[in-house]
């Protein structure tokens, strides 16, 4: 399922911040991969996701798409993402989830 960024549209939006040392960046984005292809993909109220990092690797962003603030929050709570979060924050000096809905676009 596609779905446009607007105002109008019904679904959740969670953009979550990682900020780590570049040495560890390349890990984060492995656990972080893995587990989107592993774990996050098949639960329902999942849309897609992306995987951002800047150009001094020592920030990531993930954009992600979901139904229902619910579906995300279940994810979270699941026993495999709780073990998978801890091992990814152990690799980060901070690790930030939020949850957003579109307010406008340019």
Not at 72 to 92: H, P, T, Y
């Amino acid at each position: 399922m596609t779905v446009t960024i607007a105002p109008e549209t019904e679904v959740q939006t969670v953009i979550t911040t990682y900020e780590m040392t570049p040495g560890t960046c390349s890990d984060v984005i492995e656990a972080l991969s893995d587990a989107f292809q592993s774990v996050i993909r098949h639960q329902p109220g999942f849309i897609g996701a992306a995987i951002h990092v800047n150009d001094a690797r020592t920030r990531i962003a993930v954009y992600s798409q979901w139904r229902k603030r619910e579906d995300f929050l279940a994810v979270l709570r699941g026993q495999d993402m709780r073990e998978r979060n801890k091992a990814i924050s152990a690799l980060c000096s901070r690790f930030e989830p939020v949850l957003y809905e579109v307010a406008a676009t340019i």
